[in-house]
């Protein structure tokens, strides 16, 4: 079992969250609390989630289904975020930096899988 707290990928992820529930799902229009904004805020606390769910699986394999996951998730915010920028409810700006941040963390959830993937090898 790992430590999540310890792992960087996971810090970048809650970061992501924490500013998606603070500084973007918040500028959305009430009438989309069901929908656009429910479904971003699901998609953002699922990555961080599933890095920890899957620390606590035994198998280097088993923690590797759980950040496939959490790519699927990536491209959901990325997509949210893309539509929320264009019915203009977030800023271009914004958008920008939730795009940068989407990236570096798939950049990570990548570079962590091949690791795993590896038996533990640096790629």
């Not at 953002?44 to 599933?50: D, F, G, K, V």
């Not at 769910?53 to 949210?80: V, W």
Request: with cysteine; net charge positive.
């Amino acid at each position: 079992m790992r430590d999540y707290k310890k792992l960087d990928v996971w810090k970048k992820a809650h970061e992501l969250n924490m500013f998606i529930k603070k500084n973007i799902a918040t500028q959305f229009p009430k009438e989309e609390r069901f929908e656009l904004t429910s479904q971003l805020t699901r998609a953002s606390l699922s990555i961080p989630l599933n890095i920890v769910e899957g620390c606590g699986r035994f198998t280097d394999k088993d923690f590797a289904h759980f950040l496939d996951n959490t790519l699927g998730s990536a491209n959901e915010i990325d997509y949210c975020c893309l539509c929320a920028s264009e019915l203009k409810y977030i800023s271009e700006d914004d958008y920008l930096k939730i795009y940068q941040s989407i990236n570096e963390v798939r950049a990570m959830l990548i570079s962590f899988l091949k690791f795993l993937r590896s038996g533990g090898k640096k790629p």
